[in-house]
Every structure is written in C-alpha cells, then in structure tokens.
C-alpha cells in the first residue's frame, strides 16, 4: 500500500499538468476563434441575402411567367384561349386578357374584319385584264380553254363572268381548328368558284345577264348561298358577306345582239311601268283612294253576271252603288272621290231635272183633262189658240193683213231670197244644235249603262 501511494499522486501531478496546457492552449486560441466566428457570421449574413435574393428572383420569374400569356385584343380581332391544346374560352371580347403561359396554354387572337379578294380573271377572257372595260376587249371568233374563261349557261350559251368576295372569320374557334392561314384563300376561291360554277349551270343566259332567276332572287345571292353551305360544312369558321357580279357579257362576237335584246327589253319595260303608272293614276283621278277596292268589287260584279249568279250580282251592285254615292260608311283610305263622284252628282242632277220636266208635262196634261172634261170647247179653242200663236211665232211664218170688204184678193209673188236663205240657215243651225244636245244626252244616257246592257237606277 505505501509502494503504490507514490505513484499515484505523480499521475494526478501529470493530469493537472495536462489541464493547465490544455487551458493555455484555449486561451491562447481564443483571439483567432473571434475572428473565425465573425467571418462565419458574414457569411452566413451573405448567404441569407443571396438566399433571399434569389427567392425573389424565382418569384419575379414566376410572375413574368404566369403573366407572359396576358395580351391585349383589338377591335377588330377575337380571342380563343387553349389549355394543353383544348380551347377554353372562344369569341373574347377586345380587351387586356390572360390565359395560362405557353406550353401549358395559349392565348390565340383573330382577325374578324372584312376581307375583300377578287375573281375577276377564273372567267373572264385572257385577253383581257382585270383592269379593262368590257368595251375594250377584243373580238374574236373562237375561245381557247386552256387561257380563256368562260360559264356554260343552263340553255347551252356561253357567258363570262368577274365577282367581288367580302368575306369574314365569323367564328374563331373554328378557324383556327379547321383552317391553316396560307390554305385561307385557296379555300375560298375554290369553293367560291364551284359555287359560282354551278349556279351559273342552273340560269339560262337571258337570267344571267338580268342577274334575276326565275324564283325572284338574284344570280348572286345563289351562288353566295351554295358557297356559304360548303363553308359551313367543312367547319371553316368563315361567313361569306358579299359575293358581287361585278361584270357579265356574253361572248364578244354576240355583245351587240345581246346588247339590242336588252335595250328592247329594256324599253318594255318602261313602257310597261309607264303603263301602270298611267294607270294608277288613272284610277286615281277616277275614283281616289277608293279606285282599288271598287275595281275589284266591279270584276266580282262581272264574274258574278256571267256565271249567271243573280243575287251575287245584285249583292256586288248594290255595294258598288253605296260606295259610289257615299251611302255606306268608308274608311279614309279606301274612300271613292274623283271624276266618280262627279259623274254621280251629274247622273243626279239629271234624274232630277228628267222626273221635274216629266211630272211638269203630267201636271199639265192632267190640269187640261180637268179643263176638257168641264168646258171642251175653251179647253179646245185655248189649246188652238196656243198652237196658232206658236205657229205665227216661227221665223218661216208671214203674215200679211187684208181689208175686212174685201172678198178675195189674190197674190201671186216669190218669196224673197235673201229672207229664204237666212231661214234655211237658221234652220239648219238649230238642227244642229239640237243634235248636239241630242247626242249629249244620249252620252249621258251611256254613262250610266253597265257592259252587259243593265241600266244602273238610282
């Protein structure tokens, strides 16, 4: 026990020894360990904002990212916004817009404005340019297929044509879907072109060169129509707007047989339009507003006289009659004025001054019957003495008087001839005259006659 006991305690001499180094070592490192530490700190202070930096520089991208889609659509454009290549959102209005960032989406923008293109040499003569007038182009005698365009007409005539296409994208979605832009023209002119084709196989010459068809509707509007279907039935997106004939002639060589056709139809026309013109306004000096619906009452009238339908007829006659003479209630526009009511009010004055003459000479012959029957010898002696003095009266009528001794006288002279011309002159005058108002008065009797010979009475 006593040997081990020193050798113990050298050890725990050696230990403190040990730990006083080790204390000395840290102390003396403690100055650098400073400096190490405030260089981490640095770094780690630069690492942060760089971290920091750098996150608000991913978010920075990430907003110019999500915000790269956001365009602005013009007036005269539509957009249609896809999502992995599927549309979204068609027909967007004009307007700042965003859509999910290319590849995940797009935002596509279109034009919808009118687009005009022209087919003005498919079916026209080589020989003559777009910009020529028809008057220019030279004649000839033959067409070459391969140069030279042309139609055949329904009646086996030849024709040539130029056209005007306006055209829109009228659905957006469906273009871009269908439709590549380089084919977009192509597209048109050739369905245009077919359309035009075979209207034009469907039309003779004559409704060609007028541009009307015989169901009212132009040559145009039906080759629009066809073209517009195929359109539609390929998905185009497209909406054809105007398609214009521009200029149609038929072949050169017939220009101006064609061009007399048309100058005489023409002048038919006119005359035909003067005609209704004349008419209407015929109809209306006669019978105004009314003039319509009187006529068509008078040819009901005429359909019901030859059918044989007497109660119709006397029905139609007598409406006529209320219209004519304003007895029945008429509206302003269909009221019957004119040279109509001017007739009625002559047929009336006439029936008036007809039954007053009448009824004057009844009157009369009646007051002399009376007079006859009390006293026939003054009525007999009166109405003699009335015819003499009526008879003395005439201009052809001398008198002379005599002596009252005197038994006979006799008196051979010549009547004068001056005196016997201006009788004969007179005389004939007043036949005159009274032929004259005989034949008025038969006019007027005519007035008031219906074609089928039934005198109207009032």
Same mark, same amino acid.
């Given at each position: 026990?006593?040997?081990?006991?020193?050798?113990?305690?050298?050890?725990?001499?050696?230990?403190?020894?040990?730990?006083?180094?080790?204390?000395?070592?840290?102390?003396?490192?403690?100055?650098?360990?400073?400096?190490?530490?405030?260089?981490?700190?640095?770094?780690?202070?630069?690492?942060?904002?760089?971290?920091?930096?750098?996150?608000?520089?991913?978010?920075?991208?990430?907003?110019?990212?999500?915000?790269?889609?956001?365009?602005?659509?013009?007036?005269?454009?539509?957009?249609?916004?896809?999502?992995?290549?599927?549309?979204?959102?068609?027909?967007?209005?004009?307007?700042?817009?965003?859509?999910?960032?290319?590849?995940?989406?797009?935002?596509?923008?279109?034009?919808?404005?009118?687009?005009?293109?022209?087919?003005?040499?498919?079916?026209?003569?080589?020989?003559?340019?777009?910009?020529?007038?028809?008057?220019?182009?030279?004649?000839?005698?033959?067409?070459?297929?391969?140069?030279?365009?042309?139609?055949?007409?329904?009646?086996?005539?030849?024709?040539?044509?130029?056209?005007?296409?306006?055209?829109?994208?009228?659905?957006?979605?469906?273009?871009?879907?269908?439709?590549?832009?380089?084919?977009?023209?192509?597209?048109?002119?050739?369905?245009?072109?077919?359309?035009?084709?075979?209207?034009?196989?469907?039309?003779?010459?004559?409704?060609?060169?007028?541009?009307?068809?015989?169901?009212?509707?132009?040559?145009?509007?039906?080759?629009?129509?066809?073209?517009?279907?195929?359109?539609?039935?390929?998905?185009?997106?497209?909406?054809?707007?105007?398609?214009?004939?521009?200029?149609?002639?038929?072949?050169?060589?017939?220009?101006?047989?064609?061009?007399?056709?048309?100058?005489?139809?023409?002048?038919?026309?006119?005359?035909?339009?003067?005609?209704?013109?004349?008419?209407?306004?015929?109809?209306?000096?006669?019978?105004?507003?009314?003039?319509?619906?009187?006529?068509?009452?008078?040819?009901?009238?005429?359909?019901?006289?030859?059918?044989?339908?007497?109660?119709?007829?006397?029905?139609?006659?007598?409406?006529?009659?209320?219209?004519?003479?304003?007895? *029945?209630? /008429? !509206?302003? &526009?269909? #009221?019957?004025?004119? $040279?109509?009511?001017?007739?009625?009010? =002559? %047929?009336?004055?006439? +029936?008036?001054?007809?039954?007053?003459?009448?009824?004057?000479?009844?009157?009369?012959?009646?007051?002399?019957?009376?007079?006859?029957?009390?006293?026939?010898?003054?009525?007999?002696?009166?109405?003699?003495?009335?015819?003499?003095?009526?008879?003395?009266?005439?201009?052809?009528?001398?008198?002379?008087?005599?002596?009252?001794?005197?038994?006979?006288?006799?008196?051979? *002279?010549? /009547? !004068?001839? &001056?005196? #016997?011309?201006?009788? $004969?002159?007179?005389?004939?005058?007043? =036949? %005159?005259?009274?032929? +004259?108002?005989?034949?008025?008065?038969?006019?007027?009797?005519?007035?008031?006659?219906?074609?089928?010979?039934?005198?109207?009475?009032?």
């Amino acid at each position: 026990m006593t040997d081990t006991a020193p050798d113990f305690e050298p050890k725990d001499e050696q230990s403190d020894a040990q730990r006083a180094a080790s204390v000395t070592l840290r102390a003396e490192s403690d100055g650098r360990d400073d400096q190490l530490e405030t260089a981490n700190q640095s770094l780690r202070d630069a690492l942060r904002i760089t971290y920091k930096l750098l996150q608000l520089g991913i978010f920075v991208v990430v907003l110019l990212y999500l915000f790269s889609s956001a365009q602005a659509i013009r007036e005269s454009e539509r957009g249609v916004a896809t999502v992995f290549g599927r549309i979204v959102e068609t027909d967007l209005e004009p307007g700042l817009r965003l859509s999910f960032p290319y590849p995940i989406g797009e935002l596509i923008r279109v034009r919808t404005g009118s687009k005009v293109i022209q087919e003005s040499q498919a079916f026209w003569p080589e020989s003559g340019r777009a910009g020529d007038s028809i008057e220019n182009l030279p004649i000839r005698n033959q067409l070459d297929p391969a140069t030279d365009g042309s139609h055949i007409t329904a009646d086996g005539n030849i024709a040539h044509t130029r056209w005007n296409i306006v055209y829109t994208r009228s659905e957006p979605s469906r273009f871009i879907t269908n439709i590549l832009p380089n084919d977009e023209e192509p597209i048109v002119h050739s369905i245009v072109r077919r359309a035009i084709i075979a209207t034009i196989a469907g039309v003779t010459i004559e409704e060609l060169l007028k541009s009307t068809t015989d169901d009212g509707s132009t040559v145009a509007a039906r080759a629009r129509r066809a073209a517009q279907i195929e359109l539609d039935r390929l998905g185009s997106g497209l909406r054809i707007e105007q398609l214009t004939l521009e200029d149609r002639i038929p072949p050169a060589t017939l220009r101006r047989a064609f061009n007399e056709v048309q100058s005489a139809q023409s002048r038919a026309n006119k005359a035909i339009e003067d005609a209704r013109t004349i008419s209407a306004e015929t109809l209306r000096s006669v019978a105004g507003l009314g003039a319509e619906r009187l006529f068509g009452l008078i040819e009901q009238y005429e359909s019901a006289i030859e059918s044989d339908d007497v109660e119709a007829a006397e029905e139609l006659l007598a409406l006529i009659h209320g219209l004519m003479d304003g007895s *029945i209630d /008429q !509206d302003a &526009s269909e #009221r019957v004025t004119g $040279e109509v009511t001017v007739i009625m009010n =002559d %047929a009336r004055r006439y +029936r008036t001054e007809v039954v007053r003459t009448r009824r004057g000479q009844r009157d009369l012959f009646l007051a002399k019957l009376e007079q006859f029957e009390q006293n026939p010898l003054l009525t007999i002696f009166s109405s003699w003495d009335d015819a003499y003095g009526r008879f003395v009266q005439r201009d052809s009528v001398q008198q002379m008087l005599l002596p009252p001794s005197t038994d006979v006288i006799r008196l051979v *002279i010549n /009547q !004068d001839p &001056s005196i #016997r011309k201006e009788l $004969e002159k007179a005389r004939k005058l007043m =036949d %005159a005259l009274n032929a +004259r108002e005989q034949a008025g008065r038969d006019r007027e009797r005519a007035r008031y006659r219906t074609e089928t010979g039934q005198r109207v009475e009032q």
